[in-house]
């Protein structure tokens, strides 16, 4: 029975009942009630008749299945057999016809052959029943239009597994996989058709189509993996076989091509701003194969050093990490000769193993313990990043690779840096503490001169780090190692210094020494200023900064210049205490003090220092004795008073002083100097009038702003010829002096022998 007949039999009998139950008007009140039990029962049996439908094609396609994997089978079997016959064709025409036996076991052969043969012909014919069987299944379906397609999804079924098979073949060698994914795309075809009519029908179908194309999207996968793992190992795969790989790649550049097409079609469907065609928008899926084989290429560069690399301490074996590093370079050069012909031109591709492959470089050098990386180690990386590995790849063609590696070796930079400084902390101790032990051996007198060796061993040290770090032709680096230099040279000049603590206890010889050994290190230091900006590049010149050391020598210099002035105090500062007592009138204090300093100036310092530092030591001394001189003439414990012979030996000093220091100095210099002293003694000699005291007093204020009435009241006191009366009509009119003059000063005044002294 047809299902049209089945249908008009339900009819006649759905009328004949209803008749039945509305035989009297009575029974229409049951009619929504009818109505309601009908539409129920409609709904139980359209759902057996999905029900029942759908256990059909589940089972219909378990069979197929299971058919299709045994025809694959009776397919290999056939094949096998196929040999077997052709084989024993040639068995039986190699074998003699005197060969009885083995002719009569050759028949045998042949005739199981034979009934084989026949059972898998017969088996063959199975698919051809099958068919049929699943056209009379469809005939008694309901639904025409979802049976048409499920027609069509039985009919798939059969084929998608076999196509399946194959393309899982062709995979296996990676020469196919252009052949695979044109027969992939054809399935994908296939699969969006049904997809297409299964939308337009129910959830059910939807799901049926699922499972039939179940190995299809497994086999995606599968085919997404072999792909990539091929594009992976590119620079092997190039080499045994360039054409499998230049195969993958022509799949990822139609991909590639397709992504444009169907991002063109989405920025279309979304412009058209619309629900529909946003949602149509969404289903477009961008497979990306271009940016997947690129990061993929990448995880297997990571993949490969981590592999050259682990457990590799590269510092230990220089020899062994040099060899490691030079056989990844290398891989650009196949990169460049075999790698690179095998891709796309616009892929650019040895670009991008550069750029990989430098990043990987940096990872691994900036990883670097900087603590534990000896200096030498540093070095050898430098130079290796420097010099083999830039000129690699400038002979490759590829040049200003960012970022740099020898970026990545800064901390190492800052550990060396630090490391050469304390270096030339321990050298320097030592040089100097075998200048001081073995003065007589270090000593020496060069052009006029006496010098030890401690500046040229000094230099000698800094010298060699100076030129191992030009050696890297790394700017950077000789600028860190001149900040070492720098601060070890300023320790060095503090060490030195500290030695004249010990002034009194050091030879005099070694002394001067040090005031031309602490000159020659200034004079080297520029020196190696110039040396140092000569080598940096403009952006890094400025940077370089030697004044502190050189500024450092100058400050040790005077320091030095310092020491000799006190060697010279220290022999005359107890002879000092006696002037203006009767010893210092005899002659007694002066002059034995001048003659101290005159033959130090003359026979020590001058022949054995520059003019300039014997002129510096002569106006220390200079301004040393004026104070003193100053401080004894106002000091409480004299009581001498300035009588006509005190004034003639002030001022006979005075000329005396002059005339000494005169020998050492300029003698602008010196007059400079003595101003105090000319002014008091003018002062203390001057006239006992108001015009002519005061005169002498704002003279002595000129010179020194401090000095103050006290001081005037104090001469004046002294005075034998002054009566109290005067002494307080002349310390009146000083006072008013002192006013106009203290009117004009500044708000500071420099200090002087009277800031310090306490006159009442």
Request: glycine share 2%; charged share 25%; hydrophobic share 45%.
């Amino acid at each position: 029975m047809s299902a049209e007949q089945v249908v008009d039999a339900a009819k006649l009998m759905a009328c004949a009942r209803l008749r039945d139950a509305l035989s009297s008007p009575d029974q229409l009140e049951r009619l929504p009630a009818i109505r309601a039990l009908g539409k129920r029962k409609g709904a139980a049996v359209e759902q057996q008749v999905k029900t029942i439908v759908q256990q059909q094609v589940e089972d219909a396609q378990r069979a197929t299945r299971q058919l299709d994997a045994s025809l694959m089978e009776i397919e290999s079997v056939r094949q096998s057999f196929s040999h077997i016959v052709e084989l024993s064709q040639r068995a039986q025409l190699s074998v003699s016809p005197a060969d009885y036996r083995d002719i009569r076991h050759l028949a045998v052969i042949r005739l199981y052959l034979k009934e084989t043969l026949q059972a898998i012909s017969q088996l063959l014919a199975m698919p051809n029943t099958v068919l049929q069987l699943r056209e009379m299944m469809l005939k008694d379906a309901g639904k025409e239009g979802q049976l048409q397609l499920i027609k069509e999804m039985l009919s798939q079924s059969s084929d998608v597994p076999n196509q399946v098979a194959q393309i899982r073949a062709l995979i296996k060698d990676p020469t196919n996989l252009l052949e695979a994914y044109k027969k992939m795309k054809h399935l994908e075809l296939a699969q969006q058709q049904a997809a297409a009519q299964a939308k337009r029908q129910n959830q059910d179908t939807s799901e049926v189509l699922g499972s039939i194309f179940a190995d299809y999207d497994t086999l995606k996968e599968q085919f997404e993996e072999r792909l990539f793992n091929t594009v992976q190992n590119s620079i092997s795969l190039a080499k045994r076989n360039p054409t499998a790989l230049v195969r993958a790649l022509q799949v990822v550049e139609l991909e590639e091509r397709a992504d444009v097409r169907r991002m063109a079609a989405k920025s279309k469907l979304m412009a058209e701003h619309t629900t529909e065609t946003a949602d149509k928008a969404n289903e477009i899926a961008v497979k990306g194969y271009f940016m997947t084989a690129l990061d993929k290429l990448k995880e297997s560069i990571e993949e490969c050093f981590k592999g050259t690399f682990w457990g590799i301490n590269l510092g230990e074996d220089l020899a062994r990490t040099k060899q490691l590093l030079n056989s990844r370079v290398d891989d650009l050069t196949d990169v460049l000769d075999v790698v690179a012909p095998c891709f796309p031109p616009h892929y650019d591709i040895f670009n991008v193993f550069v750029k990989a492959y430098n990043g990987q470089f940096y990872a691994l050098l900036a990883r670097l313990d900087a603590q534990a990386t000896p200096n030498s180690v540093t070095l050898a990386l430098m130079f290796w990043a420097r010099t083999d590995y830039t000129q690699q790849l400038a002979r490759l063609g590829a040049v200003n690779v960012k970022p740099s590696l020898l970026d990545a070796l800064l901390p190492l930079i800052t550990q060396y840096k630090e490391r050469v400084k304390s270096k030339l902390y321990e050298w320097f101790d030592t040089i100097l503490r075998r200048d001081v032990e073995k003065v007589a051996e270090t000593i020496q007198l060069i052009d006029g001169q006496l010098l030890t060796t401690a500046p040229v061993d000094v230099f000698d040290c800094v010298q060699q780090q100076v030129t191992v770090a030009e050696d890297t032709a790394y700017p950077p680096l000789q600028l860190e190692v001149a900040h070492a230099i720098v601060g070890a040279l300023l320790y060095f000049k503090d060490q030195a210094v500290a030695l004249l603590s010990q002034w009194k206890t050091l030879e005099l010889e070694y002394l001067i020494a040090l005031v031309n050994n602490t000159d020659k290190c200034c004079e080297l230091t520029e020196g190696l200023a110039d040396r140092l900006s000569a080598k940096l590049p403009p952006e890094l010149r400025d940077n370089l900064d030697m004044q502190p050391a050189i500024q450092g020598f100058t400050q040790g210099v005077n320091a030095c210049l310092t020491a000799l002035v006190k060697v010279i105090l220290y022999d005359v500062n107890s002879t000092m205490y006696e002037l203006f007592e009767a010893d210092w009138l005899r002659g007694q204090v002066t002059e034995p003090v001048l003659a101290c300093a005159e033959a130090y100036l003359e026979d020590d310092y001058r022949p054995y220092l520059l003019e300039p530092f014997v002129n510096r030591i002569s106006l220390d001394c200079l301004g040393v004795l004026v104070y003193r001189y100053s401080e004894e003439m106002f000091g409480a414990k004299h009581q001498h008073r300035f009588s006509p012979d005190v004034i003639a030996k002030v001022r006979s000093d005075v000329e005396a002083i002059h005339a000494v220091f005169g020998k050492f100095s300029i003698k602008s210099q010196v007059e400079k100097k003595l101003l105090l002293l000319s002014a008091l003694s003018d002062l203390i000699g001057s006239p006992a009038t108001q015009q002519s005291f005061c005169e002498k007093f704002h003279a002595l204020l000129v010179v020194t702003p401090d000095a103050g009435v006290p001081v005037a009241e104090f001469v004046l006191a002294r005075r034998p010829d002054v009566d109290k009366a005067q002494v307080k009509e002349l310390a009146a009119a000083c006072r008013d002096v002192w006013a106009a003059h203290q009117a004009k000063l500044p708000e500071h005044v420099d200090p002087s022998v009277f800031s310090d002294l306490k006159l009442t």
